[in-house]
């Protein structure tokens, strides 16, 4: 102990350097925390883990999403179930006990894809289901895994908006650069 007490400053760089490395720990799980993330949406994340489990328990009932369309319905699900729940205009029905009943052990995302996409082909909902839908949506907070594009919004239903690749406004066209015909 008296090392310790005869040189403070030794004493303050460990403390430091083991802070550092505390703090460097702890940032890496809130990382490996967002790499491993599909989509956020209002602060819930939609691991990659449960887009691919449920993509390949769709693959093996026959039912064929490409994994952003998986994606895409887990973002619209939490918005789509609160619209609807308001209004109790929809509620799971015969397609989603059908199509659940076709995956053996189906995980609660796979549960909530199938009832999302129920939902939209019921089309059940009603108008004021839609603006409610609409307004969470504008003001929900999402943030999607770069790998699956960015959320591009729309007016076209049912979801109202795309995952999708945008050129990043740092990429300009190339002007022409060969000589002008004389």
């Not at 691991?47 to 390949?56: G, L, N």
Request: proline letters at 6%.
């Amino acid at each position: 102990m008296k090392a310790w007490s005869a040189h403070p400053a030794k004493r303050a760089a460990a403390v430091g350097v083991v802070a550092l490395g505390a703090v460097s720990l702890l940032g890496g799980c809130g990382f490996d925390t967002r790499q491993q993330a599909a989509a956020v949406v209002n602060g819930e994340v939609i691991h990659e883990s449960d887009v691919r489990e449920t993509f390949d328990q769709l693959k093996s009932a026959k039912l064929d999403f490409a994994e952003n369309i998986v994606v895409t319905a887990l973002v619209a699900a939490p918005l789509l179930k609160a619209s609807v729940e308001k209004s109790g205009s929809w509620k799971p029905d015969e397609t989603y006990a059908s199509v659940i009943s076709s995956i053996p052990g189906a995980t609660p995302t796979t549960k909530e894809f199938v009832e999302a996409v129920a939902l939209i082909q019921s089309q059940r909902m009603t108008p004021a289901d839609i603006a409610a839908y609409r307004a969470d949506l504008k003001k929900a907070e999402i943030s999607v895994n770069p790998k699956y594009g960015k959320v591009i919004t729309s007016n076209e239903g049912p979801v109202y908006f795309t995952l999708g690749q945008t050129t990043p406004d740092w990429v300009k066209p190339e002007a022409n650069s060969a000589p002008a015909a004389q």
